[in-house]
């Protein structure tokens, strides 16, 4: 079973910088494919796609919402996933979740959230304007 806790959210300015921590356990970090995913109060909100890594390589696939913005990177020694988020903006406030998978291929970065079984219990980001 795989354990997934997010932290490192906050209430911030637009503009502003925060960095996103997913500590993993139950199975070593190089054997996950990891995701982002967000969502926003109201209702028939779905989680909605931020990022997704490859367990393997550099295959990190972005929303065109947060690209260029935000940096998703891995620290196997540490089993910890980052998502760096820059240039913050009012309409990235939701409640940001870390999710994994187990896959088959290595190179495969998911964007659906239906095929990540594993998720943390997320963390709020609020950036106000």
């Known amino acids: 079973q795989v354990q997934l806790v997010e932290s490192g959210g906050a209430m911030v300015q637009a503009g502003d910088s925060l960095r996103l921590s997913c500590a993993t356990s139950g199975r070593t970090l190089s054997t996950l494919a990891m995701g982002w995913f967000r969502q926003t109060p109201g209702p028939g909100k779905e989680r909605e796609f931020v990022?997704?890594?490859?367990?393997?390589?550099?295959?990190?696939t972005y929303s065109d919402s947060v690209k260029g913005r935000f940096t998703a990177s891995r620290d196997t020694a540490r089993s910890t996933v980052y998502l760096q988020m820059n240039s913050l903006k009012p309409e990235d406030t939701a409640v940001y979740f870390c999710?994994?998978?187990?896959?088959?291929?290595?190179?495969?970065?998911?964007?659906?959230?239906?095929?990540?079984?594993?998720w943390g219990r997320g963390t709020q980001v609020t950036v106000s304007s």
């Open positions: 999710a994994a998978r187990v896959p088959l291929s290595g190179t495969y970065a998911s964007t659906r959230r239906t095929e990540y079984p594993y």
């Open positions: 990022v997704a890594m490859s367990r393997i390589g550099d295959n990190t």
